[in-house]
């Protein structure tokens, strides 16, 4: 390949880092918006220290359990903040930001499901098992050029499915680790105090400021306009140029499609449109579309939006009433359900390979068996790490100061002064 | 001299604080309020519905000398009305003594009229 066109591809890719780190202070504002004001510090401080863990721990070791040499195919080789393995056209410094913000993107899915009842200093263990382990280790299944995404004809997913396990930007890899993760650790917590009646009612307990949740949004839809063309890793070349602008379209009609769902839905199903999951609907059809977003037509992206807009509300209802798991920013509904649906619906969707177009249910086993997979990965994860902390050294704060709130007895700061 | 609160809907109180000035009362505290009576509002957060009995209002306090009372009241009663349910309320109550700060005076002769 060319020079220039090495170069264009560089600049791509470190354009489209900068947008997928412009969804930490997303995650951050709708977090916060959705919670109330007196665990705002508390939440903004947890945004901070999964891009900062992250950074760091990705940096020295996770990098190389991601991209190390196959070993076993379970996970790769630490590399001690050595660089020098990783043998690829692009640069390999900015290859390792481009990866590290997608960890911390995984990391920090969980904060909001936790929120304002977590201690902060098991936070931080959780905070840096995430970014060490637990999603290095499936990456290394998959974007590593692991056991789920080798194509070698005598491998497992070949010799069974005929196909490989595909997840373009993360919908599995990325999201629904990350949901799948804040569902466990919002169980183990248990919910916030007041959120369940004695009959088992779910109260609200609305968040502080849909303004801030609202922006939040925005900015994480901008910043998915890195997340999914950005990973294509190039721009050059004709390839590459068409490649990323569909990427682009299909990322935005999913969005926009998993809102309208669920705004009509909610019109039809409360009597009036409700904002806070209207901009849950957006993120579903993000998460949804992040998986096939480059073999699915623009019309598989709306069908995959609204299917998740949709979905979205009951997962919601379903893990509030009658699973009694306090959620206060709906993660594990956004990026576990929606994220396992857009994997499984790529099998179904992809224009190249996907059931609906007639070419079998190869692809579409490769990907449920795919999803199962990494998903389990993460709930046993979750639930030795979660269950572990809470029995070691518990999880929760005391209830005076939850009920007080962590900003002044876990940080000595408040936000509003 | 007396005082008179006055507690009225949160969308009149630019109306009734123009008429206020415009007439003889020369400065007033307004403090926002929250009340519980017998409406009930719907409202639905996150999917689940909830019904809130928490009414807004503004409380005006107003402190004035004896002759000043009846217009000031007739003005609120004027321009605070709607006729709905909800117009709110206006006490009248007596107060027994004032200084002014500033100048160690005391008596409602502190309370000047607004010429």
Excluded at chain 2, 61 to 66: A, E, H, K, L, Y
Aim: charged share 15%; with cysteine.
């Amino acid at each position: 390949m060319n020079e220039i066109g090495l170069s264009l591809d560089t600049v791509w890719m470190l354009l489209a880092a900068m947008l997928v780190f412009w969804m930490q202070p997303g995650f951050a504002l709708c977090e916060a918006g959705f919670t109330r004001g007196k665990n705002t510090v508390n939440i903004l401080m947890k945004n901070f220290v999964d891009f900062m863990f992250g950074s760091l721990l990705f940096f020295f070791l996770g990098f190389g359990f991601m991209f190390g040499s196959e070993g076993a195919g379970f996970i790769g080789m630490p590399n001690w903040g050595d660089l020098s393995f990783y043998k690829g056209e692009l640069p390999v410094e900015g290859f390792l930001i481009f990866e590290t913000v997608f960890c911390a993107t995984s990391a920090t899915i969980v904060s909001g499901a936790m929120a304002e009842r977590t201690k902060f200093s098991m936070y931080l263990v959780y905070s840096a098992v995430i970014s060490l382990f637990i999603y290095p280790i499936e990456g290394h299944w998959t974007w590593g050029g692991g056991w789920l995404c080798s194509d070698a004809a005598d491998g497992f997913m070949m010799s069974t499915f005929g196909d490989v396990f595909h997840d373009f930007a993360g919908s599995a890899i990325v999201h629904s680790v990350g949901g799948v993760l804040a569902l466990v650790g919002a169980l183990a917590l248990g919910p916030r105090i007041g959120k369940y009646a004695k009959d088992g009612k779910s109260r609200a307990i609305p968040g502080h400021n849909l303004a801030m949740a609202a922006l939040g949004v925005f900015i994480l839809w901008l910043g998915w306009f890195g997340f999914n063309p950005g990973s294509q890793l190039a721009a050059s070349g004709e390839v590459n140029r068409v490649a990323i602008s569909h990427v682009f379209l299909t990322t935005n009609l999913a969005a926009v499609a998993g809102g309208v769902a669920t705004m009509f839905l909610t019109m039809w199903k409360y009597g009036k449109p409700s904002l806070s999951l209207t901009l849950n609907g957006v993120l579903a059809g993000l998460v949804g579309i992040t998986a096939g977003c480059d073999l699915v037509s623009p019309l598989g992206a709306v069908i995959i939006g609204l299917v998740c807009g949709l979905v979205l509300v009951y997962a919601i209802e379903f893990i509030d009433h009658k699973l009694h798991i306090d959620d206060p920013v709906g993660a594990s509904s956004v990026h576990g359900v929606c994220g396992i649906l857009g994997t499984v619906m790529t099998g179904l969707l992809s224009t190249t390979n996907g059931a609906c177009y007639g070419f079998g249910w190869g692809f579409f086993g490769a990907q449920v068996f795919g999803i199962f997979v990494i998903d389990l990965w993460a709930a046993v994860c979750g639930i030795a790490l979660f269950y572990g902390i809470k029995k070691i050294h518990g999880l929760r704060v005391d209830a005076r100061i939850e009920e007080e709130g962590l900003d002044v007895y876990e940080h000595g700061e408040s936000c509003y002064n | 001299m007396k005082r008179i609160e006055a507690i009225i809907r949160k969308t009149k109180f630019e109306d009734v604080k123009e008429a206020l000035l415009q007439s003889d009362i020369d400065w007033f505290e307004y403090h926002n309020v929250h009340g519980i009576g017998q409406s009930r509002q719907e409202r639905i957060y996150r999917g689940v519905q909830y019904s809130t009995d928490v009414i807004e209002r503004v409380a005006l306090t107003i402190v004035c000398r004896d002759p000043l009372v009846e217009p000031t009241v007739k003005v609120i009663l004027k321009v605070a009305h709607t006729g709905e349910v909800g117009d709110g309320r206006i006490f009248v109550s007596d107060m027994i003594d004032t200084w002014s700060i500033r100048t160690g005076e005391n008596g409602d002769t502190v309370l000047r009229d607004k010429k």
